[in-house]
């Protein structure tokens, strides 16, 4: 059935997707606490609103934004091709299907019977050889 390279598609699309959320649910903790050591490292502990800010974010945090996003990011490519290489089988499928169909329309076979064959060669061939004779 040409439904079964859809189904196919669909149950694996499913599953990375399901894979890419169990992922990013699981980051999501390190990412707050990434946040939560810059956010700290901007207070001070006496007067936050006089304390000069620094100009930019610890390193650690930008290299962990980086490995989020380029997994996401692979991810979501890899999902994609999925879904493009579902939809060629998909598509291959159905191709065949379609044009099996019209084979199936040929004129049906004649069968022949092969024992009644080889009874009428077997007459044919006794007419020509004369009977046996008997010596006696």
Do not use: H
């Not at 810059?38 to 650690?60: C, G």
């Not at 692979?74 to 060629?88: E, N, P, R, T």
């Not at 299907?97 to 007459?123: F, H, I, N, P």
């Amino acid at each position: 059935m040409p439904y079964r390279a859809m189904l196919f598609t669909l149950l694996t699309t499913l599953l990375a997707l399901i894979v890419a959320a169990m992922w990013a649910r699981a980051v999501s903790p390190m990412l707050r606490t990434a946040r939560e050591a810059v956010e700290a490292a901007d207070m001070t502990a006496t007067n936050p609103a006089t304390a000069p800010r620094p100009a930019t974010r610890p390193e650690s945090y930008e290299n962990l934004r980086k490995v989020i996003r380029g997994t996401l990011i692979m991810s979501f490519v890899l999902i994609c091709l999925l879904l493009f290489v579902g939809f060629i089988a998909t598509s291959r499928e159905w191709i065949r299907y379609s044009t099996r169909k019209r084979e199936r329309q040929r004129e049906r076979t004649q069968y022949v019977d092969a024992w009644k064959l080889a009874g009428d060669r077997l007459k044919a061939d006794s007419d020509d050889i004369p009977p046996p004779q008997d010596d006696a």
